[in-house]
């Protein structure tokens, strides 16, 4: 490592450092905010996004070469505006002390409660595929608990990253909220601060690392990951409903949501029915790939990696089918991927190795369900698998027998999109929630507390101990049975 790096390295530190020492201190001066402050920022937090509704967009598109407006409102900017909403509707319910069971025998007239309180400074690292889904919905619920954050934005969101940082002061004073662009050497500064906690969104391999940096610090972390995550299409589930919603999820973004079907079980008699249900729609849908509905991979990185993906498959046996109408060249200046369908499949591929992040959908035939829950269970646990059935016993046996991060049934993704459950991965998919209540007590503390009562019976076994203690404690031990 050259000194140039090391210097670079630790101005960032002290530009970091420092905003984080103000965040401690304003913590520190105020470390339990009142239910209309956490009220107020998180309709600070909605006005935001609404007055730079536009430059928001703009800036994303920027990003991307081209992603569909449609798809940011859709799935970055309404997904966190409603969870503002829904959270202040419930917040107050959330804050409220809880009062739990106290032994009346060995702690006559005494009280439990738990209270949540906020944690502190909490360090936000967020990806490029959803940037304001995935920055504001923490910090939707790192501020109902009463926290202050720094987020990180990703080196592929140059644009938003320098817009959020720069209009953020119109809403916030550092010492509650800072947005930092990314450079190549600030992440992994980023994650060693100390931080009361850090949630990161991301891949597995990245995740690692942030682990290892966050473990210096004993800092506890919320890791949301990817994986390869499964859609299963029964043998009573209609194949053009199942095709459609199915190439519908995998066109979303160009394919590139970390809960995106990442390859599909299909009863072998129905794939060639599937593959014209799915051309049809593609050809139908996106009649120009070309144009403002379909979005762009992000970069030429990743552009290139999932055309050496789809080589390899083809290299290795597979069969590969374009869904497209109009073929697209390999040096298409906006990135358009042409979405297409692998069959023939195997685990040598590339394909069924690693997670897609893109427009190819893996098709695996089978027979029986239990093929299915051996080949998933045999790998690592995805973040979400998608069982496609109106049977409820073919439900359960999936939902039982297969472990996930979260599951939606007859359609895809959804489940993450829902305020009042938690999301989360886990194993090799991640590990914690945030949403909905569960994420208001990923940023809290739960302080037990006990009040102590006007009898206090522990002063009968204070030593010396004797024949009185003797018979306390055997007493005691009775009432245990």
Not at 3 to 15: E, I, M, N, S, W
Not at 60 to 70: H, L, T
Not at 184 to 198: A, M, N, Q, T
Not at 432 to 449: D, V, W
Request: charged share 25%; glycine share 6%.
């Amino acid at each position: 490592m050259t000194t140039q790096t090391l210097t670079r390295q630790d101005a960032d530190k002290a530009v970091l450092q420092n905003y984080l020492d103000k965040q401690r201190s304003a913590y520190l001066a105020n470390p339990a905010p009142s239910y209309q402050q956490r009220v107020q920022d998180l309709r600070t937090l909605a006005q935001l996004l609404r007055e730079q509704q536009e430059s928001i967009i703009q800036a994303i598109s920027n990003d991307y070469g081209n992603r569909a407006r449609e798809e940011i409102l859709l799935y970055d900017i309404y997904p966190a505006l409603s969870g503002i909403k829904e959270t202040i509707k419930r917040l107050k319910k959330w804050m409220k002390p809880r009062g739990r069971h106290t032994d009346f025998k060995s702690y006559p007239l005494s009280k439990n409660r738990v209270v949540p309180q906020p944690l502190g400074v909490i360090g936000v690292i967020v990806p490029w595929n959803f940037p304001i889904n995935l920055s504001f919905s923490p910090l939707t619920n790192i501020f109902a608990a009463g926290n202050q954050a720094m987020v990180k934005m990703s080196t592929n969101s140059k644009h938003l990253a320098e817009l959020l940082s720069k209009v953020c002061e119109q809403y916030f004073p550092e010492e509650k909220l800072v947005f930092i662009p990314d450079a190549d050497e600030i992440g992994p500064v980023f994650s060693s601060l100390k931080f009361d906690h850090l949630i990161f969104t991301g891949s597995s391999n990245t995740g690692r690392a942030v682990m290892r940096s966050a473990a210096e610090n004993l800092t506890p972390v919320t890791l949301e990951l990817g994986g390869k995550s499964p859609a299963i299409v029964g043998p009573d589930y209609p194949v053009k409903k199942a095709a459609e919603q199915l190439i519908y999820w995998k066109l979303v973004n160009a394919g590139q949501i970390c809960v995106n079907v990442d390859y599909l079980f299909l009863p072998e008699e129905h794939l060639e029915e599937f593959i014209e249900h799915a051309k049809h729609y593609v050809q139908k849908r996106y009649p120009d790939l070309d144009g403002q509905d379909y979005t762009s991979i992000i970069d030429d990185t990743s552009y290139q990696r999932i055309w050496a993906t789809l080589d390899d498959a083809k290299a290795k046996g597979a069969n590969a089918i374009d869904l497209s109408a109009v073929k697209l060249d390999r040096d298409n200046k906006l990135r358009k991927f042409p979405p297409h369908i692998l069959t023939n499949v195997d685990g040598e591929m590339l394909a069924m190795q690693r997670e897609i992040f893109g427009p190819l959908l893996p098709i695996i035939t089978y027979s029986k369900p239990e093929e299915v829950i051996d080949y998933i269970n045999a790998r690592p646990r995805p973040l979400a698998i998608y069982p496609y059935t109106h049977d409820k016993t073919l439900q359960d046996l999936y939902i039982n027998k297969v472990m996930s991060g979260g599951v939606s049934v007859n359609n895809c993704v959804l489940h993450v999109g829902q305020h009042d459950i938690p999301f989360g991965g886990v194993g090799e998919s991640g590990m914690g929630h945030y949403h909905g209540y569960e994420g208001f007590l990923t940023f809290s503390k739960l302080r037990p507390i006990f009040y102590q009562g006007p009898i206090d019976l522990l002063k009968l076994l204070r030593p010396p101990y004797g024949k009185l203690s003797t018979r306390v404690i055997d007493f005691m031990l009775k009432l245990t049975r």
